[in-house]
Structures are given as C-alpha cells and as structure tokens.
C-alpha cells in the first residue's frame, strides 16, 4: 500500500496571498489612517481599531487552520482548541478595553500630567 504524494503548492500559494491581501490592507489602513474610521467610535474604541483587531483575529485563526492542518481534524478537536483562544481573546480585550478607559479616566481631570 503506497501512498500517493500530492502536492499542495495551489494552496500554499492561495493562502499566502490571501494572508499578504489581508497584511497590506492592514498596513494601507495604518499609514492613511482614513477619517471615517478613525474619528467615529464603538464600545470605547474608534473603528480603525476594530478593524486592526479583526484583520489581526482573522489572520491567527487562519494561520493556525491552514498550517497546523486543522482544517482536515474533526469538529470537536477543532471547537477544543479555537474556543479556549477565542475566549481568551475576548477577556483580553475586555480587560484592556476597561482598564485603559479608567486609566484616561484617572489621568484626564487629574493634575496629574501624562508622563508615559
């Protein structure tokens, strides 16, 4: 019983340009940094930032599907390790999102001055 090689240089190539798409629209939106996006807020953060949180999400996510091979395991072994990290990601943010409004907080009415 052999097995036969197949190559899978397609999708090699289909997932790096779909992770250098996703980089350059990351990169195009830090330096430009558009109005719209940048000025008009949800939940505490402006939307550039969202969307740098999404990118950024979406590109682990599909990092860790593509070359840890994830894609080919089954549903429970895939939910095992994705929602532990999903999680955690959202505590994160969370923490950081809450913390960082109660530090402006402190620091904006305060005669404190920003030194960091």
Do not use: C, Q
């Not at 240089?9 to 558009?34: A, D, H, M, N, Q």
């Not at 994830?70 to 990601?89: A, H, N, T, Y």
Request: proline share 2%; glycine share 6%.
């Amino acid at each position: 019983m052999s097995h036969e090689h197949v190559s899978n240089t397609k999708r090699i190539w289909f997932v790096f340009g779909l992770l250098s798409v996703v980089t350059t629209v990351e990169v195009i939106l830090g330096i430009y940094k558009p109005g719209v996006l940048e000025f008009n807020h949800f939940v505490g953060l402006n939307l550039l930032n969202w969307i740098f949180y999404i990118l950024t999400i979406f590109k682990a996510y599909y990092i860790v599907w593509a070359f840890m091979h994830m894609e080919g395991e089954k549903s429970s072994l895939r939910w095992s390790v994705v929602s532990p990290v999903i999680f955690l990601v959202l505590y994160l943010l969370f923490i950081l999102l809450t913390e960082g409004h109660y530090i402006y907080g402190v620091f904006k009415d305060s005669t404190i001055k920003w030194n960091f």
